[in-house]
């Protein structure tokens, strides 16, 4: 079969599966199976796929339809112009948070500094300012052994296992260090809005790293009390935070003697970080 065939017969069973981005999909995995660019796939719409990719591509799109997210088939995502190797045991890195990346390595740029990673995930977020930082340590706590094996393997893709520590912990137990700058993208959604999304994230990805109690602040308030002992004088909190949370979020920032320096809007301009200092 030509690749122009398999393509069509792919994203055809996947709109059949409700999946709405069945084209772009259907390119995409094709395209990383084959190891070559989407664009070369669709500049070379004749030329034949072996019996052994179909076979390989016919098991992703099974996987695909039903509801598997292609981050999760492919083993990997892209965040900051890298791709970081990923797993259902964490989160798949968002585009929103490359917004807190991008604010704290221009505030940071050429500096040496230490940097904590609260509920690191995929450690993308640490990792991604370790690459910009070059003079730069870090560390990143999750409480998913799962999620701190993926974080090291990134880690070592990238070179930066001198640089860089991932530890087992919870929040409420580290104690250790002092930093000049903490990060979060800490789980925010309220419990009883979590049914409510998507069966992608639902059926796939780790809710409990999206799980933030009654009202989606339980998580965060840890971060900021916990920040409060283990930033350095003058040093940085960046935290993200879900929509219509910052008024609350800047609320408890300021009665735990933390001042804004800013509020970063997202694509859909709510709130996604917020930038303190203490």
Not at 69 to 80: Q, R, T
Not at 92 to 97: A, D, N
Not at 240 to 255: I, M, P, T, W
């Amino acid at each position: 079969m030509i690749i122009k065939e398999t393509i069509k017969n792919a994203s055809e069973k996947l709109k059949k599966n409700s999946i709405e981005s069945h084209l772009l999909d259907a390119e995409i995995m094709l395209s990383d199976i084959m190891s070559i660019k989407k664009e070369f796939l669709l500049l070379n719409e004749e030329k034949h796929v072996s019996q052994k990719v179909i076979n390989k591509y016919n098991k992703a799109i099974e996987r695909r339809s039903a509801n598997e997210p292609v981050a999760y088939i492919l083993g990997k995502k892209e965040f900051w112009s890298i791709d970081f190797s990923v797993n259902n045991n964490v989160l798949i890195p968002r585009p929103e948070t490359e917004l807190l990346v991008d604010e704290v390595v221009r505030q940071y740029k050429d500096k040496k500094i230490n940097i904590l990673d609260i509920g690191t995930g995929s450690g993308c977020i640490l990792i991604s300012i370790l690459k910009e930082l070059n003079f730069s340590r870090g560390v990143g706590i999750d409480i998913s052994a799962k999620a701190i094996q993926l974080a090291q393997k990134n880690a070592a893709k990238f070179k930066l296992l001198n640089r860089s520590s991932f530890r087992v912990n919870k929040i409420d137990n580290f104690n250790t260090g002092k930093y000049d700058l903490i990060v979060s993208n800490p789980p925010y959604i309220p419990e009883r809005n979590l049914k409510q999304l998507s069966k992608e994230i639902t059926h796939f990805e780790p809710l409990e790293a999206l799980n933030g109690g009654n009202d989606g602040l339980d998580l965060i308030k840890k971060v900021i009390y916990k920040s409060k002992r283990l930033l350095k004088k003058n040093g940085t909190l960046a935290i993200e935070v879900g929509n219509h949370q910052y008024r609350e979020v800047s609320n408890l920032l300021r009665l735990n003697d933390f001042r804004e320096l800013k509020k970063v809007h997202d694509y859909k301009n709510n709130v996604r970080c917020i930038i303190s200092t203490n």
